[in-house]
C-alpha cells in the first residue's frame, strides 16, 4: 500500500516541477522585408579570407578549417592591417543605420509605400473606370 500512494504524490510534484516551454503561438514572425544588420569587420575580412583559402587549398572541404584559420590570421594582424576591414564595416553600418531608420519610418506610418497604389487587388482599369461600366460587361459584349 505504501507504493500507491508514494507513486500518487510523485505524480503531483512531477507536474509541479515542470517546466512549461513557451509557446510561439504568441510571437510575432519576423518581417522578411527588415534589413539584415551588417557585418562585423572580422566578417568582412573573412568574406576576403575564404576567397584566397579557397585558392591556396582547392581540396580542403571543411568549413570549420577555414573558420579556424581566419580567426588566427585575424588575431595575427595588426591594428593598421585592420583598419581597411573596419573601415568598410563602419560603412556597412552607417548604410544599415540609414535603412533601417527608414524601415522604421515606414513601419509607424503603417507600412504603406508610395509605390503600393498599383497594388491593389483591382486592375488599373477597374480603377480609372470612370462611366460605371465594369470590365465584366466588356467582356460580354466581345462574345
Do not use: C, H
Not at 510575432?28 to 575580412?45: G, T, Y
Not at 579557397?54 to 593598421?80: C, D, M, T, Y
Amino acid at each position: 500500500m505504501k507504493g500507491g500512494k508514494s507513486n500518487n504524490a510523485q505524480k503531483k510534484s512531477d507536474k509541479k516541477l515542470a517546466v512549461k516551454k513557451p509557446t510561439t503561438k504568441g510571437k510575432a514572425a519576423k518581417d522578411p522585408n527588415k534589413p539584415k544588420r551588417p557585418a562585423s569587420a572580422f566578417f568582412v575580412f573573412m568574406e576576403e579570407f575564404r576567397k584566397q583559402f579557397k585558392e591556396e587549398n582547392p581540396n580542403n572541404k571543411s568549413v570549420a578549417a577555414v573558420g579556424k584559420a581566419g580567426g588566427v590570421k585575424w588575431k595575427a594582424l595588426s591594428a593598421a592591417e585592420k583598419a581597411p576591414y573596419v573601415a568598410k564595416a563602419d560603412k556597412r553600418k552607417a548604410d544599415y543605420e540609414k535603412t533601417i531608420a527608414a524601415y522604421n519610418k515606414k513601419q509607424v506610418s503603417g507600412g504603406k509605400d508610395e509605390d503600393e497604389d498599383g497594388d491593389s487587388d483591382k486592375s488599373k482599369s477597374e480603377v480609372n473606370n470612370e462611366d460605371g461600366d465594369s470590365d465584366e460587361d466588356d467582356e460580354e459584349d466581345d462574345d
